[in-house]
């Protein structure tokens, strides 16, 4: 069976300042990691993905996770973030045929 | 390219009642999945839809059924609905042929309130 756990439920942090979302994992299979956003009264949106090759990988807006298998983490960062960065944040991880989404960390950027 | 469209946008039923939400997939994409929020909660995997099968589900029960149509949109059909199914319900579609290895992009969702 597979499981996400997104520790930390609620993350405040000051407008330029650096923040980590956590995100763990188990599953007995491989799997595919995925960081999706949901900003206020909007659908999911792709962040960035790990299905192979380089564990660091990044997205478009600064925001870069790193997967690490011996701890099964796949933790979101960015080193300075923005006002518009305030949103629901949800870790998700599949296999061929089934999606675990985690329960979310909501990121308040504070002004 | 027209992105992942649902309908209706909001949607009240009472309990015992049958419910039809409808999708449709991003222009070029084969595979639908659907997937119920509930609130302040992650998506719940329902289920997957590639050529018109269900191709992968979620623990939900058999009340919780689906169709997949040639035209690759879909329908979520939800039978005696009971409170607990209150939530929104995203639909998502993905470029890979019958697998969840890749991103799925998603509709803005249906508000169901069951009374």
């Known amino acids: 069976a597979q499981s996400v756990t997104q520790l930390d439920s609620q993350v405040p942090v000051f407008e330029e300042a650096p923040v980590e979302l956590r995100c763990n994992y188990s599953?007995?299979?491989?799997?595919?990691l995925f960081w999706y956003v949901q900003y206020p009264n909007q659908g999911l949106q792709l962040l960035l993905k790990?299905?192979?090759?380089?564990?660091l990988v990044e997205s478009i807006n600064g925001f870069e996770a790193e997967f690490n298998k011996s701890q099964t983490s796949f933790h979101l960062r960015k080193p300075s973030v923005h006002i518009s960065d305030t949103a629901e944040y949800f870790c998700?991880?599949?296999?061929?045929?089934?999606?675990?989404f985690g329960p979310g960390t909501s990121l308040s950027v504070i002004p | 390219e027209t992105g992942v469209t649902q309908s209706p946008t909001h949607l009240i039923k009472t309990r015992g009642q049958q419910v039809t939400l409808r999708c449709s997939s991003q222009?070029?994409?084969?595979?639908v999945s659907w997937y119920q929020q509930a609130l302040g909660q992650g998506p719940q995997f329902i289920f997957q839809?590639?050529?018109?099968?269900?191709?992968g589900r979620g623990n939900f029960p058999p009340r919780f059924s689906g169709l997949q149509f040639p035209n690759y949109s879909s329908e979520l059909n939800v039978n005696a609905l009971e409170l607990d199914d209150s939530a929104l319900y995203l639909c998502?579609?993905?470029?890979?042929?019958?697998?969840?290895?890749?991103?799925?992009?998603f509709g803005p969702g249906t508000r169901l309130t069951v009374l």
């Open positions: 790990y299905l192979s090759g380089s564990t």
């Open positions: 998700a991880v599949s296999s061929y045929d089934k999606v675990i």
């Open positions: 599953s007995s299979v491989s799997v595919y």
């Open positions: 222009s070029g994409h084969n595979t």
């Open positions: 839809y590639y050529r018109e099968e269900e191709n």
């Open positions: 998502a579609s993905s470029p890979t042929s019958g697998s969840l290895s890749n991103e799925q992009f």
